[in-house]
Each structure stands twice: as structure tokens, then as C-alpha cells.
């Protein structure tokens, strides 16, 4: 049995409930894991108000760390006793102990710990894939400027420090003027309060009227359109979140009108649909992190049990950086 958090409908933070699961052996591609801590991020909030449905009754959780206690036939890159991390689907890691697909989960380098890795998979794996992979035509280069909204935030964290690491001038935007502090001093080259500054026109102001190559927005409803207007002729808008509500239908004459623009929807799944895709890019994570270009801010610890507290803070915009569930 594993204490676990699952939900029976889909609701605010009051539905998460903790449970007693049984715990079964692991059945072809499977492993059971031992779980040191668990991750927690947005997405886990989309899947309990059921902006993402999934079937009912549904255990939370796409991120952990821990130790491989049991290996199902055709698992090759796995061994009882290794210490593993990943960013997986199906959810289910608010836990202690799980069988789940073994094929995202990686073998995390003896130089980073249990928490760190629990913290960093989804959110690390996406920057990877945002910053590397989701690029306007002709590429990004040393000196050219994007803006990544949330930046204070546990993706925004991470971005502020590995676009710094790719020479790139990152404009992040923040709630409050302690979270602007907060990204600057991660490697932001500039930083907008977006509830008191009109970040279209401080965009422009600080790249002399041209715009940015790219804007990377998870927020979604609230800024989509004006994010369109920060970018330069043939810039790239990727939408990859909805903390304030999802984007709704646009005319796509907009693109025309605002300089030939290209708009796409990523989503890390995607990315880290094969083992050896996902092998790759967390090999990518794991040397910037080793290497120190990239350090994961811990800011928030919650027991399994307080889980809805944690939840209730990251909506409410309380969170910086990345926030962890100790077991
Ligand atoms: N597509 C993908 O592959 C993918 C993968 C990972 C994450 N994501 C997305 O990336 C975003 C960041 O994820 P995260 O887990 O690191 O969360 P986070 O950034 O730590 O927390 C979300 C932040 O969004 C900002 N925000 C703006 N408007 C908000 C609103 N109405 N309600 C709540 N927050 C609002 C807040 O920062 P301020 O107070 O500074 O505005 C808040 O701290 C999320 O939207 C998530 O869904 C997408």
C-alpha cells in the first residue's frame, strides 16, 4: 500500500483527499518507484479543475525522484536500486510508492539530489525544449532578445538562467517588483512588472521599437494578444500554458496584420514521446545543471498531507521558483 493524493471530482484544492493505494509488480515496461519527493506544477492544476480530463478518480502528480525498487520485463535501461528522476505521464506521482511506464523515467547523476531532481524534470525538460527546439525561423543568437512571461515562476526560474547561458537578453515579466528582483538575479537582462507597467510598451522601449524574436507565454488568456504585439516582423509567439484561462479562438488575420507571425502550441508530451528523445534532452538539463549554468531554486516545501496548501499558493501567485512535496 502507498499513501497516496487523489481527487473523485474535479473541484478546487479541497478535493485533493489523501488515500491508502494498493501497490502492485511492475508489468511490461513498468517499474515501481520509491519515491524521496515529488514535484508540483501547474499542469497538476489543470488536471484537478479538469481544464485537462482525465477519468475519475485520478491520482495528481507528472514529476518525482526516488529509487527503482522493482523492474517488469522489458525494462533494459533500468535496475532495482538505481536513483531515478522524470517528467511522466500518466499522472500519478503524489505518492510514495508507484508502478508507472519506465520509458521517461532517467537515471539521475549522482551529483544531484533527490529533491533537485523531483523540482527540475518537467519544468527543466520544458526550457530545454522551449529554448533549444521552439525557435523562430532563422534560430535565436547571442544578443537577440525574447520574452518569457512568469518569470519568477519554476519554468521562469529556469529559463531566466539558461537563456543567460545561451547569450540571450531575457525579458521577463513578474508579478511583483521582489519577483522581478528575483528573475533579474537568475539572468534576466531586463525585467517588466506587469501588474503596474504596460509590458507592450516597455518591451518596445527597451528594443529601441523592433520588437523581440520570440515571446514565450504560458500565461495564456490575459496576455496572448498583447504578447503578439512585442514581436518583431516574422516573430514566434509559443503558447505553452493557461495559468490565467486558456486562450480563446482568434482570427488568424491577426498574424498578417501584426508582421507575417508565426503562433504555435507546444507541449513537453510531445517532446518526450520516445526514451531516447527523452534520454537526450535530459542528458541536455543534467550538464547545464551539473556544470552550474543552471541551479534549481527550491523555494517552497509542503508535506504529501498539505498538498492542498501548496496548491491554494501556486494559484494564488504566493510561489517563486520550484516547489517540492516531501514524503
Ligand atoms: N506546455 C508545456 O509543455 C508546459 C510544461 C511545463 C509548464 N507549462 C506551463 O508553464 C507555466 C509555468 O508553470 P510552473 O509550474 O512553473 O508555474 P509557476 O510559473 O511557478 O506559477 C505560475 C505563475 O503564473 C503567473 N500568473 C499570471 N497570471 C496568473 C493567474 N491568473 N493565476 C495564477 N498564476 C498566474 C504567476 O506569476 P506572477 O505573479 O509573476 O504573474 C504564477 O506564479 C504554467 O502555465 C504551466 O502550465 C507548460
Not at 519568477?152 to 528582483?181: F, H, N, R
Not at 522601449?205 to 512585442?230: H, N, P, Q
Not at 552550474?292 to 531554486?297: C, E, Q, T
Amino acid at each position: 500500500m502507498s499513501r497516496a493524493i487523489q481527487i473523485q471530482q474535479f473541484g478546487g484544492p479541497e478535493v485533493l483527499q489523501l488515500v491508502d493505494l494498493p501497490v502492485g509488480e511492475p508489468g511490461p515496461g513498468e517499474i515501481r518507484v520509491r519515491h524521496h519527493a515529488v514535484g508540483l506544477n501547474f499542469i497538476d492544476v489543470y488536471q484537478r479543475t479538469g481544464l485537462y480530463p482525465n477519468a475519475l478518480p485520478l491520482s495528481l502528480g507528472m514529476e518525482g525522484a526516488g529509487m527503482v525498487e522493482a523492474v517488469g520485463p522489458e525494462v533494459t535501461h533500468l535496475q532495482p536500486g538505481d536513483r531515478v528522476a522524470y517528467a511522466s505521464a500518466p499522472p500519478g506521482s503524489y505518492c510514495e510508492l508507484r508502478v508507472m511506464p519506465a520509458k521517461c523515467v532517467v537515471q539521475l547523476p549522482d551529483a544531484i539530489d533527490f529533491e533537485t531532481g523531483a523540482a527540475m524534470m518537467l519544468k527543466g525538460l520544458t526550457v530545454q525544449y522551449l529554448l533549444r527546439r521552439t525557435q523562430p525561423q532563422g534560430g535565436l543568437q547571442a544578443g537577440d532578445f525574447i520574452l518569457f512571461h512568469a518569470a519568477a515562476g519554476g519554468v521562469g526560474l529556469i529559463a531566466c538562467q539558461w537563456a543567460k547561458a545561451m547569450g540571450l537578453q531575457l525579458i521577463g515579466t513578474a508579478g511583483s517588483d521582489a519577483k522581478c528582483e528575483l528573475a533579474k538575479a537568475h539572468g534576466a537582462a531586463h525585467v517588466i512588472n506587469y501588474q503596474t507597467e504596460d509590458f507592450v510598451a516597455r518591451v518596445k522601449e527597451i528594443t529601441g521599437g523592433a520588437g523581440v524574436k520570440a515571446v514565450y507565454d504560458s500565461i495564456g488568456k490575459d496576455t496572448f494578444e498583447r504578447s503578439l504585439d512585442c514581436l518583431a516582423p516574422f516573430g514566434l509567439l509559443a503558447n505553452f500554458g493557461n495559468a490565467s484561462g486558456p486562450v480563446a479562438a482568434f482570427n488568424l488575420g491577426l498574424l498578417g496584420a501584426k508582421g507575417s507571425l508565426y503562433v504555435t502550441r507546444p507541449t513537453l508530451f510531445t517532446h518526450i514521446a520516445t526514451r531516447e528523445r527523452t534520454q537526450a534532452m535530459a542528458d541536455d538539463l543534467f550538464g547545464m545543471v551539473t556544470s552550474g549554468a543552471v541551479s534549481i531554486p527550491i523555494d517552497q516545501r509542503y508535506r504529501l498531507e498539505d498538498v492542498a496548501q501548496a496548491h491554494r499558493d501556486l494559484e494564488g501567485r504566493r510561489t517563486t521558483g520550484c516547489t517540492v512535496l516531501t514524503l
